[in-house]
């Protein structure tokens, strides 16, 4: 008998035909309490895209309200084969550089001066190329000055199209990553480049020679104004090229941008500023 008890205590619990009432609630209070959820998760998403609609209006198509990575700048080298930034070759073995070669043609193929010429404005050396806005209305799309890829003339790879890899003396491209806004250099002086060995390597890089000369990235293509509003925009370069380095060796390098408001490794980034790799050329000879 108690187990017919509990069964019929369930079963008016799930339908109680005197009461009428399902899972304890009469049709009236389901439907008040339903009616509750419904206004109330309404008012929450209401919230939220209200809340989404304010942030949004806050926000520049062009340009983030916040930018949360490092003012300082890295340097990135190209070519380089994987992460571990590590140029190695034979000298006879073509297939060992010719990879290199290729990667080059392909990093330097938008920087062809007629490629610049059609996409790219004729800037004024040596000083910024600023694009204002005017108040609410937006200077956009902006400008971009030309780098043409002969400015890099040994390591261009028009005068020699193995940059140098054929005889020992390898061409090295070095990029400065974007910042908006950023404003490298000040009473006029511009940020450059300069490479040097690492540890005990100093009597082992050899001379080297710079394009641009002195290793120069010219006030002219500063400040980005990011990816949307300079569409055509064109990182200036820096080759640096080891003429007489020391074969069958490992030879650490190591390159940093020069300027006087951009300090070089930081307490949140040892590296900002400068990139280090490994060079081995090798010889059969």
Same mark, same amino acid.
């Given at each position: 008998?108690?187990?017919?008890?509990?069964?019929?205590?369930?079963?008016?619990?799930?339908?109680?035909?005197?009461?009428?009432?399902?899972?304890?609630?009469?049709?009236?209070?389901?439907?008040?309490?339903?009616?509750?959820?419904?206004?109330?998760?309404?008012?929450?998403?209401?919230?939220?895209?209200?809340?989404?609609?304010?942030?949004?209006?806050?926000?520049?198509?062009?340009?983030?309200?916040?930018?949360?990575?490092?003012?300082?700048?890295?340097?990135?080298? =190209?070519?380089?084969? *994987?992460?571990?930034? #590590?140029?190695? /070759?034979?000298?006879? $073995?073509?297939?060992?550089?010719? &990879? %290199?070669?290729?990667?080059?043609?392909?990093?330097?193929?938008?920087?062809?001066?007629?490629?610049?010429?059609?996409?790219?404005?004729?800037?004024?050396?040596?000083?910024?190329?600023?694009?204002?806005?005017?108040?609410?209305?937006?200077?956009?799309?902006?400008?971009?000055?030309?780098?043409?890829?002969?400015?890099?003339?040994?390591?261009?790879?028009?005068?020699?199209?193995?940059?140098?890899?054929?005889?020992?003396?390898?061409?090295?491209?070095?990029?400065?990553?974007?910042?908006?806004?950023?404003?490298?250099?000040?009473?006029?002086?511009?940020?450059?480049?300069?490479?040097?060995?690492? =540890?005990?390597?100093? *009597?082992?890089?050899? #001379?080297?020679? /710079?394009?641009?000369? $002195?290793?120069?990235?010219?006030? &002219? %293509?500063?400040?980005?104004?990011?990816?949307?509003?300079?569409?055509?925009?064109?990182?200036?370069?820096?080759?640096?090229?080891?003429?007489?380095?020391?074969?069958?060796?490992?030879?650490?390098?190591?390159?940093?941008?020069?300027?006087?408001?951009?300090?070089?490794?930081?307490?949140?980034?040892?590296?900002?500023?400068?990139?280090?790799?490994?060079?081995?050329?090798?010889?059969?000879?």
């Amino acid at each position: 008998m108690a187990k017919d008890g509990e069964k019929s205590e369930w079963k008016d619990f799930v339908w109680n035909p005197r009461t009428r009432e399902f899972l304890g609630r009469t049709a009236s209070s389901w439907g008040l309490i339903i009616l509750f959820y419904i206004v109330f998760y309404l008012f929450l998403a209401g919230l939220f895209a209200l809340t989404m609609y304010i942030m949004l209006q806050t926000l520049d198509d062009h340009k983030p309200t916040w930018q949360d990575r490092l003012s300082t700048p890295g340097l990135v080298i =190209r070519p380089h084969a *994987d992460d571990t930034f #590590e140029i190695a /070759y034979t000298i006879e $073995n073509t297939e060992s550089w010719d &990879m %290199y070669a290729r990667a080059l043609d392909s990093f330097l193929s938008p920087y062809n001066d007629s490629v610049q010429a059609q996409k790219n404005h004729e800037c004024t050396p040596d000083q910024y190329f600023l694009q204002e806005d005017s108040g609410d209305v937006k200077n956009n799309p902006k400008r971009s000055c030309q780098f043409n890829r002969t400015i890099l003339e040994e390591c261009s790879g028009l005068r020699d199209r193995y940059y140098g890899y054929q005889d020992g003396k390898p061409c090295i491209i070095i990029k400065l990553n974007r910042v908006i806004g950023l404003l490298p250099g000040k009473d006029g002086q511009a940020p450059s480049v300069t490479c040097g060995a690492k =540890r005990d390597d100093s *009597d082992k890089i050899g #001379e080297m020679v /710079y394009f641009p000369p $002195n290793g120069t990235f010219d006030l &002219m %293509y500063y400040p980005y104004y990011g990816k949307k509003a300079q569409v055509n925009y064109s990182q200036p370069l820096v080759a640096v090229k080891f003429l007489n380095i020391t074969v069958n060796e490992d030879v650490n390098i190591e390159c940093k941008i020069i300027a006087n408001n951009i300090p070089t490794g930081t307490e949140r980034d040892k590296f900002a500023g400068r990139v280090s790799f490994k060079l081995r050329i090798s010889s059969n000879n």
